[in-house]
């Protein structure tokens, strides 16, 4: 099976309190993590584990380092935490994408990353709450590239990975989901 390279935010894909009470998800480095799952968060989680053909990355630029707790809450492997990046891999992405897209290290932060992270992978699956201009252009420059939207076009309260795109979800990404 070809393999995918799937990049996840957390808040308005996984963490999505708009739609359930806090609840406390673990402890990392000695600080209590509270957050609200989507609806199938968790379901989702573990059929990405279970699907060897994916390799998965945690793209949040609030929880970082402590994007991993969703991996414990869920009971499945850690995923690779892919944002930040550190300045000089942000610059050589900078500079080879330079006559394709227009790069911002700021507002493009996530899209940089994403791009030093997925190299010559066949398939490339981002699943975001919304995305930068630049992620949008790339995707229409690279056939290899989905981008997956978490924000229902007219309903704001069903946000995250949700039954409205939970078979747009799997069809990228070739998984089932035990539900």
């Known amino acids: 099976m070809e393999q995918i390279f799937l990049f996840v935010d957390v808040d308005g894909v996984i963490n999505t309190s708009i739609n359930v009470d806090s609840l406390f998800l673990g402890t990392y480095q000695g600080i209590d993590l509270f957050g609200g799952p989507s609806p199938l968060a968790k379901a989702f ?3 990405v584990d279970k699907a060897q053909h994916i390799k998965p990355f945690w793209m949040s630029s609030g929880w970082r380092e402590h994007s991993t707790v969703w991996n414990r809450w869920a009971e499945v492997t850690p995923w690779i935490v892919g944002y930040p990046i550190s300045f000089n891999k942000a ?3 900078m ?3 330079a006559r394709q897209l227009s790069l911002d290290e700021i507002d493009d932060g996530k899209t940089i990353a994403v791009l030093y992270h997925s190299g010559n992978i066949p398939r490339i699956v981002w699943i975001e709450d919304g995305f930068p201009q630049s992620a949008i252009l790339w995707a229409e420059q690279d056939s290899r590239v989905t ?3 978490t924000i229902h076009p007219s309903d704001p309260s069903l946000l995250g990975i949700q039954a409205w795109n939970i078979d747009s979800i799997s069809q990228a990404l070739n998984i089932k989901l035990d539900i």
Do not use: S, T
Request: no cysteine.
């Open 95 to 97: 500079d080879r994408y």
């Open 45 to 47: 989680l573990q059929a």
């Open 91 to 93: 610059k050589y992405v």
């Open 147 to 149: 981008l997956i939207n």
